[in-house]
């Protein structure tokens, strides 16, 4: 690092600002500053922004600078933080700032101003990113869509877990489908699999990535598209990264406490602070704990959240960072019910009261998800940057859960309905280790980037399945009316007596990718990469009594990354990306209880981001075309065995096209608009993934007015096409679906609208009240195969929020 000093005293954080991404000031970041005296929050926003502020330290270091939180530009939190300090700042270069009086700057002459004598930083520290390829590249420079929902969003609206905040994103699509009350994510007409933490593939199981809440969580960053290098294998659908919250080297503490309909209680802990004089060590911990019952009788939901995370600066050139981190969250689900049936025995859609609950009295769900994770960064120089981290993850079910059999009970009486209870217990063990270096070299008179990036993943799964049996069979038993307050009370607890399903999986992944950005030209920049991959798996399956299955597989090779970024003007660029997309099949077995071959295939974006309003509005229209091969297919005649048996097809195209606005139309007025439409067909042009909508409408705007902030939510799709169970000897006059004696039948598309009103009571207090399903609509949220649940109807939270 050269400088040269001057007759101004400069207070910033030279050495950790090579700890933080190559932040422009034009360039649009997570910004979390507390109030503090001004040396100290320039310091903060070095450290955020990588931005350099200059100034004479006698004439300021006793003035505080104002609190800024949000997604902002580096150049806006600048001013933010400046608001009524008596100071303004005046742009040198890119990342330079001069801080100037108000009171005199407009008696200097311009040749004056313009060449006051400050330090100068040659270069900035390049750092490793959660971009796609892990290069260092803002969110315009990405050469696919990326939404980031950060934590101004998720507390405006109050999206408390993950589930509710993909739920408001851009292009992504929730489906519930019943078991277990799970939920599948699909964009782009593709189901989401990849998760990331930090940047670093987490590899999640048994589920529990969209279970997690969001309280522990900076912003949410979701990638759609091919997973380019940076998550390994999946679909071409989204990535989601989950961006933790990380230590303040000054004192926060806030506290926040809910309540809401259906005794819904919550509160929130996050406080944060040094830990020594010298700021090199400081921890933030988060706790969280939720109890709330629901709309369905008997049923009621407990959380428990706690996470810290510590950071420190090690050596006495602070060049070297360590986070450790450990997040754990307990969800038990009591009176967990399946839903209730689509059908009578005449072949009417059943109509119940929406608090009608079938489980029996034993009903429960209980998640356990615990976290370790430990991240080194070292920087050799401005051009250099090593990392390394390791994360050990466990997940862990356990349930009882209860079904009901084909519809054969009376419309009038509601009487003759059989159900049964099933015991469940999951367990899920992830290992993942990281180890990257990323750098720039020169060529050519211009400056690239280069990125190694490494990784080894080793995944456990085991899960245990019981049932109650006599001489054989099931023991079902007869639930009371449909019709009645509780038609499950009466039931005896089950003995589970026979293990009927077993299962074991043992995945290992080790990939090695090399990414580069190379500086074509002022205007074109050229992203490339090319991953190395080989996965190991070994699966046991056995289903009662029968022959089980014990497999081994492995499989080998490579998948490419090319990107190309054109800058037209320094707000609008085009791009273009080509991705090969991969995933193992694993999980899904021939004919000859044989794995699938992997899915491969392509994915081509083409699309332009444009800056508007001083940065202050971001719009990002993409066009997409994805075509698959080897894609795993039921084979109707194993659809009802265990396990399913599959086939492989070739071709499942999606082509369509995404538009997002983002930011501010006014300085008062946010806005997020998201529209998403394609087609996906395969080879035959017959449509696939029908439960997924071709359209996808959301819109998120809030409004502010001196204290007071006014919210709109609306979320709208198409109607769509699931699998549904026939009712024996009667004609529903629906077309044949894709399940072995399953019927397409249509879940209706919706619109629902959401409200949030917020007030600023003082500087320190806030209340927030959020309304969901403002017009109380009637749909259902649930609906294929055998059950059906309704979505929630009108509900509200009562937030209030203090910052000390």
Request: aromatic share 10%.
């Amino acid at each position: 690092m050269n400088f040269r000093l001057s007759r101004l005293a400069a207070i910033s954080a030279l050495l950790t600002s090579q700890f933080s991404a190559t932040v422009f000031a034009s360039d649009t970041v997570n910004i979390n500053i507390q109030q503090a005296p001004l040396s100290q929050c320039l310091q903060q926003l070095n450290r955020q922004t990588s931005i350099l502020v200059t100034f004479e330290l006698s004439k300021n270091k006793q003035i505080q600078c104002s609190p800024v939180y949000g997604k902002l530009t580096a150049k806006q939190a600048l001013n933010a933080l400046l608001h009524n300090t008596g100071y303004v700042a005046q742009q040198k270069e890119n990342n330079h700032f001069v801080l100037l009086d108000e009171n005199t700057i407009a008696s200097l002459p311009d040749m004056q101003v313009t060449s006051i004598e400050t330090i100068e930083v040659y270069g900035k520290a390049v750092s490793r990113s959660s971009s796609p390829t892990g290069l260092d590249l803002s969110a315009q420079e990405t050469p696919q869509s990326i939404s980031i929902i950060d934590i101004d969003f998720i507390q405006d609206y109050g999206l408390d877990d993950i589930e509710k905040v993909l739920n408001n994103t851009t292009g992504v699509y929730r489906y519930k489908y019943g078991t277990s009350d799970d939920t599948l994510f699909s964009a782009r007409g593709f189901y989401v699999n990849d998760y990331v933490k930090d940047g670093m593939p987490a590899g999640f199981s048994s589920g529990q990535e969209f279970r997690l809440d969001s309280t522990v969580y900076e912003s949410v960053e979701v990638l759609r598209g091919a997973a380019g290098l940076m998550a390994g294998a999946g679909e071409p659908s989204a990535t989601i990264n989950l961006m933790t919250k990380r230590p303040t080297r000054d004192p926060l503490l806030n506290l926040s406490a809910q309540l809401g309909s259906f005794n819904h209680k919550r509160v929130d802990i996050d406080a944060s602070s040094a830990l020594t004089s010298d700021g090199k060590h400081a921890a933030r911990i988060v706790l969280a704990y939720e109890d709330q019952d629901t709309f369905v009788d008997r049923e009621n939901k407990e959380k428990k959240v706690f996470y810290t995370q510590f950071h420190s600066y090690l050596g006495e050139q602070e060049n070297t960072e360590a986070r450790f981190t450990i997040h754990y969250q307990g969800l038990n689900h009591r009176g967990l019910q399946w839903g209730i049936p689509l059908f009578y025995d005449n072949g009417f859609q059943v109509k119940v009261d929406e608090s009608t609950n079938l489980a029996s009295p034993y009903a429960y769900q209980d998640r356990e998800h615990i976290g370790y994770t430990l991240k080194l960064t070292h920087q050799l120089n401005l051009d250099w940057e090593l990392n390394a981290a390791v994360y050990y993850g466990t997940n862990e079910l356990k349930s009882i859960f209860s079904y009901f059999a084909a519809p054969s009970f009376d419309m009038e009486t509601g009487l003759g309905l059989l159900g049964q209870d099933a015991s469940f217990n999951d367990k899920g063990t992830v290992r993942t280790i990281t180890a990257s270096a990323i750098g720039r070299i020169e060529a050519f008179d211009r400056e690239h980037q280069i990125n190694l990036t490494y990784l080894t993943n080793a995944t456990e799964y085991d899960s245990l399945s019981y049932e109650e049996r006599e001489n054989g069979e099931r023991v079902e038993y007869t639930l009371g009316s449909i019709f009645d307050k509780n038609p499950a009370g009466h039931l005896p607890k089950a003995i589970f007596n026979t293990q009927f399903v077993k299962k074991a999986e043992d995945i290992s992944e080790d990939t090695f990718a090399i990414s580069g950005k190379l500086d074509m030209s002022d205007a074109l920049d050229v992203v490339l990469g090319i991953k190395f991959y080989q996965y190991k798996e070994k699966r046991f399956f056995q289903y009662l009594n029968f022959p089980a299955s014990d497999e081994k597989s492995d499989d080998n090779g490579s998948s490419k990354y090319l990107g190309l970024v054109y800058s037209f003007t320094d707000t609008v660029n085009a791009y273009a990306s080509y991705t090969d997309t991969y995933k193992p099949q694993f999980g899904m077995l021939n004919e000859n209880l044989k794995p699938l071959n992997a899915i491969t295939g392509q994915n081509i974006e083409l699309g332009i981001k444009a800056s508007l309003l001083n940065d202050d509005l971001m719009i990002n229209l993409a066009l997409f075309d994805t075509l698959l091969k080897n894609v795993g297919e039921v084979i109707p005649e194993y659809a009802e065995q265990r396990p399913v048996r599959y086939r492989e097809v070739d071709g499942a195209n999606s082509k369509g096209f995404e538009l997002e606005v983002s930011g501010k139309i006014t300085e008062n007025w946010d806005l997020i608009f998201g529209y998403t439409q394609f087609n996906l067909e395969d080879q035959d042009g017959d449509k696939v993934n029908r439960e997924a909508p071709r359209k996808l409408l959301k819109i998120n705007s809030l409004y502010s007015y001196n204290d007071f902030t006014f919210g709109l939510a609306l979320q709208w799709n198409d109607d769509t096409k699931v699998n549904v169970r026939g009712v024996p000897g009667i004609d529903l006059e629906l077309p044949l679906g894709t399940r072995r004696g399953a019927l397409l039948d249509t879940k209706e598309g919706h619109a629902l609208l959401s409200a949030h009103l917020g007030y600023q009571v003082t500087e320190q207090l806030d209340v927030k009240l959020h309304v969901r399903n403002l017009l109380d609509k009637d749909y259902y949220d649930t609906y294929g195969f055998v059950p059906k649940k309704r979505g929630e109807p009108r509900a509200f939270n009562l937030t209030m929020n203090y910052k000390f």
